[in-house]
């Protein structure tokens, strides 16, 4: 998941945003810990890491609200973050 990751946002152009929505705890903490690894790139000596480097539009996740919940149960575990690429 990591490696799809990375590559997306290579992918990227500067001021594009990547939205990933994760259902499971292990997903979210995967896109948590890389989300935070490149925002902290900006200042890193390698080209490779300044081209990833990412601003995080959502230091917490966006959750389902309890309407949404009750109209699909299934959202409950639904958790979005958003990064935007410098």
Avoid: W
Avoid at 27 to 51: M, T
């Amino acid at each position: 998941m990591e490696s799809a990751l990375i590559d997306a946002i290579d992918s990227l152009y500067p001021g594009a945003r990547i939205c990933v929505i994760s259902f499971h705890s292990l997903e979210d903490r995967i896109v948590k810990r890389l989300f935070r690894k490149l925002s902290r790139a900006q200042k890193g000596p390698y080209e490779k890491e300044q081209n990833l480097a990412l601003n995080v539009l959502t230091p917490k996740p966006i959750v389902p609200t309890e309407r949404e919940i009750e109209q699909n149960p299934r959202a409950r575990s639904a958790k979005l973050r958003v990064g935007e690429k410098c």
